[in-house]
């Protein structure tokens, strides 16, 4: 099979297997020193914007990209050579952790300034409506509103006020501080969209369900749902589906940046 892969197609493949098993089999937390943080955090460092696509959570997670890689990247490093298509793979996934980046600095930055002005000024006001509007699926909703009723009954309590100023610390440490992405996912949607994008006709045959769809229809559909269960997110969902999306528009940038700069795409 790999006999039958183009160069940089294969050591993407062998690089992510690689580091997925090294850091599997000896316990190494390299995500958290290499997956991409928000840009706030004092674990951030710029080179996480590169790094997070090498890194994969299981093996469902990294199946799903290289299965990707295997099927699709070859004939497009076909058509473009292998100097362009790694071109393409990176400015995908780097484009797309930053695309993400932006998006959860501000979504987190509420937060951060909430914890922080809670923690200079603590007031039950400030606790109820912190606990109100940054909810943590980790706390006993219960045993928050009890903490809160208590508060607002003896406001000066030191042990108090030292209970919530930790649901505080540890609400910010839970969705900022430990909160990480990674993945080639970026980078592989960039793939499928460049597929679509110069073989929008091609068939391809799916599992589920056992039916042949033309390239074009899968990624449309396709990224309909990561529109959809970005809009929609629900409780637990841990996919970053913006950088999926951010995967296909900067795939779709890049490529009409091509197609205008020299009249083709290779």
């Given at each position: 099979m790999f006999r039958r892969l183009t160069p940089v197609a294969k050591n993407i493949l062998i690089i992510n297997v690689a580091i997925f098993m090294?850091?599997?089999?000896?316990?190494?937390?390299?995500?958290?020193?290499?997956?991409?943080?928000?840009?706030?955090?004092?674990?951030?460092?710029?080179?996480?914007?590169?790094?997070?696509?090498w890194?994969?959570?299981?093996?469902?997670?990294?199946?799903g990209n290289m299965i990707a890689v295997l099927?699709?990247?070859?004939?497009?490093?076909?058509?473009?050579?292998?100097?362009?298509?790694?071109?393409?793979?990176?400015?995908?996934?780097?484009?797309?952790?930053?695309?993400?980046?932006?998006?959860?600095?501000?979504?987190?930055?509420?937060?951060?300034?909430d914890a922080e002005a809670y923690l200079e000024n603590p007031t039950p006001e400030g606790f109820e409506r912190f606990i109100i509007q940054h909810k943590n699926p980790y706390f006993n909703l219960t045993g928050l509103g009890e903490l809160s009723d208590a508060y607002y009954?003896?406001?000066?309590?030191?042990?108090?006020?030292?209970?919530?100023?930790?649901?505080v610390e540890e609400t910010y440490e839970i969705f900022v501080t430990r909160g990480n992405m990674i993945g080639a996912s970026?980078?592989?949607?960039?793939?499928?969209?460049?597929?679509?994008?110069?073989?929008?006709?091609?068939?391809?045959?799916?599992?589920?369900?056992?039916?042949?769809?033309k390239a074009k229809y899968l990624v449309f559909f396709y990224a309909m749902y990561e529109i959809y269960s970005e809009v929609n997110r629900t409780a637990g969902d841990n996919v970053a589906h913006l950088a999926h999306?951010?995967?296909?528009?900067?795939?779709?940038?890049?490529?009409?940046?091509?197609?205008?700069?020299?009249g083709k795409f290779y």
């Open positions: 090294i850091s599997s089999f000896l316990k190494l937390p390299l995500s958290e020193y290499f997956g991409l943080r928000v840009v706030f955090s004092s674990e951030f460092a710029p080179y996480q914007f590169l790094t997070y696509m890194l994969h959570g299981g093996f469902g997670h990294i199946l099927v699709f990247a070859p004939m497009l490093e076909g058509v473009w050579g292998s100097k362009r298509f790694l071109t393409f793979y990176l400015i995908c996934g780097v484009g797309a952790g930053v695309l993400y980046g932006t998006a959860d600095f501000f979504e987190k930055l509420p937060l951060k300034q009954e003896n406001e000066n309590n030191l042990g108090v006020i030292s209970q919530t100023k930790r649901v970026g980078a592989v949607f960039g793939i499928l969209f460049a597929f679509a994008f110069l073989f929008p006709n091609t068939e391809l045959f799916l599992l589920f369900p056992p039916i042949p769809i999306i951010g995967g296909m528009l900067i795939a779709f940038l890049l490529l009409k940046y091509w197609k205008n700069d020299t």
